[in-house]
């Protein structure tokens, strides 16, 4: 079992930054592939960036390529999000999940799922 903690959200102005962490719990967190995703309000969720377990390979959504940077430290088992540049639609929750030897891509069948983390970017 694996419990996920995100934490980092908060209220930002357009063009800054915030970096989300996902802290998670129980064993094995370096056998996992870790996902950001987000959903806006009246929106459907969406994927953000994915890394392998490993931290070679890694996946980002078109919107968010250049701005946003995954990251991992099995070491802490903890992965990251740094969001640069941020602008009003990237306003949402963000999640991050967790998929037993994943891939970097979107892909379905998440193993775990944390309980997300607001951010809001004010123009």
């Known amino acids: 079992q694996v419990q996920l903690v995100e934490s980092g959200g908060g209220l930002v102005q357009a063009g800054g930054s915030l970096r989300l962490s996902c802290a998670a719990s129980?064993?094995?967190?370096?056998?996992?592939?870790m996902y950001w995703f987000r959903q806006a309000p009246g929106k459907e969720r969406e994927f953000v960036a994915g890394?392998?377990?490993?931290?070679?390979?890694?996946n980002y959504a078109d919107s968010v390529k250049g701005r946003f940077t995954i990251s991992r430290d099995n070491a802490k088992n903890t992965a990251y999000l740094q969001m640069n540049s941020l602008k009003p639609e990237d306003t949402a929750f963000y999640y991050c999940?967790?998929?037993?030897?994943?891939?970097?891509?979107?892909?379905?069948?998440?193993?775990?799922w944390g309980k997300g983390t607001l951010v809001t970017v004010s123009s």
């Open positions: 999940a967790g998929k037993y030897f994943g891939p970097s891509g979107a892909v379905d069948g998440m193993d775990y």
């Open positions: 129980g064993r094995s967190f370096s056998n996992y592939a």
């Open positions: 890394i392998t377990w490993s931290g070679r390979s890694t």
